[in-house]
């Protein structure tokens, strides 16, 4: 379960996030993040029709979710996640990998 609490949802969030935050580019991900003002970390998804039909635009959003509630251990950020149209062909592993290596990026620097 993904709390509505941890969600960005409103557009100005977004906006907010990518014109203050920090960007990071990976193969299928491009990241933008912030500092969170509430405390908590929370995270937004783009996904574009451009990525694929609804079922595998919806697989990589799941996925994102997931892995973010999993793992999550970088501070207290705004994220916002945007998928690459390369997202909807790569495997699980992949974007799994990709997300961790924009991560650690993020939490270093």
């Given amino acids: 379960m993904f709390p ?5 949802k409103v557009p100005q969030q977004f906006r907010q996030v990518f014109e203050e935050g920090r960007k990071q580019v990976g193969r299928y991900f491009v990241t933008f993040a912030r500092p ?22 919806n697989r990589v959003k799941r ?15 705004d994220v916002v996640v945007v998928a690459r149209t390369a997202a909807a062909e790569a495997s699980r592993d992949a974007l799994i990998e990709d997300l961790y290596r924009i991560w650690q990026r993020l939490a270093n620097g």
């Fill in 36 to 57: 969170s003002q509430g405390g908590r970390s929370r995270l937004g998804l783009a996904v574009s029709r451009k990525v694929g039909n609804a079922v595998l635009r």
């Fill in 4 to 8: 509505q609490t941890d969600r960005l």
């Fill in 63 to 77: 996925l994102v979710r997931e892995e973010f509630r999993r793992h999550w251990a970088f501070g207290s950020l």
